[in-house]
Antibody, heavy 123, light 108 residues
Framework: EVQLVESGGVVVQPGGSLRLSCAAS????????MHWVRQVPGKGLEWVSL????????YYRDSVRGRFTISRDNSKNSLYLQMSRLRTEDTALYYC????????????????WGQGTLVTVSS | EIVLTQSPATLSLSPGERATLSCRAS??????LAWYQQKSGQAPRLLIY???NRATGIPARFSGSGSGTDFTLTISSLEPEDFAVYYC??????????FGPGTKVDLK
């Protein structure tokens, strides 16, 4: 059974930093591209970042580029999101999501999601 | 960035009725469109990908159609567990992939 479990969400002051983690199980983690998607409670979904399978290709939405860094450790089946210079508009539930592509491709659809970890940026 | 709009914002229906949800893109996304279902307090679930293909384990009452800029998600006969928010998402032009604002299907 595929499982994604996020952790690391807390209350942090504007300008602060935070690292989110996502522990994956039930599939060959190294074979899949992985994403972070966020959702302001009660609002819609917003894609944040992608780490492609098989290498070190990363992508970000404009509003987080230069402030957030996505990384992965295939030996630990884990995905990370290092967040710095946080803003109040970064407040959201952050989901880790598996790309539906599998080995050799990135489809940019999300076939498995964690339950999310809540990041609150507030003074 | 491709903008997706969804209509209606809310759809009030009864179990057994047919639900028709619309998603429109600001420019062609070809057939690179997915639909997700999100129930209250849960993560989204992939229903449909590439406009018309059901994801693994999705019941046949869910179907998708369309191409270019206009897409439809149809639930042929609503079950009690289908009352939720539905989002469309495009992957044609990225980054970023983008989502629509959602359609809430609630109980009439």
């Amino acid at each position: 059974e595929v499982q994604l479990v996020e952790s690391g969400g807390v209350v942090v002051q504007p300008g602060g930093s935070l690292r989110l983690s996502c522990a994956a199980s039930g599939f060959t983690f190294a074979d899949y591209s992985m994403h972070w998607v966020r959702q302001v409670p009660g609002k819609g979904l917003e894609w944040v970042s992608l780490f492609s399978w098989g290498g070190d290709t990363t992508y970000y939405r404009d509003s987080v580029r230069g402030r957030f860094t996505i990384s992965r450790d295939n030996s630990k089946n884990s995905l990370y999101l290092q967040m710095s210079r946080l803003r109040t508009e970064d407040t959201a539930l952050y989901y880790c999501a598996r790309d539906s592509g599998g080995y050799g491709q990135t489809n940019n659809y999300f076939d498995y999601w964690g339950q999310g970890t809540l990041v609150t940026v507030s003074s | 960035e491709i903008v997706l709009t969804q209509s209606p914002a809310t759809l009030s229906l009864s179990p057994g009725e047919r639900a028709t949800l619309s998603c429109r893109a600001s420019q062609s996304v070809h057939s690179y469109l997915a639909w997700y279902q999100q129930k209250s307090g849960q993560a989204p679930r992939l229903l449909i990908y590439d406009a018309s293909n059901r994801a693994t384990g999705i019941p046949a009452r869910f179907s998708g159609s369309g191409s270019g800029t206009d897409f439809t998600l149809t639930i042929s006969s609503l079950e009690p567990e289908d009352f939720a928010v539905y989002y469309c998402q495009q992957r044609s032009s990225w980054p970023p992939v983008t989502f629509g604002p959602g359609t809430k299907v609630d109980l009439k």
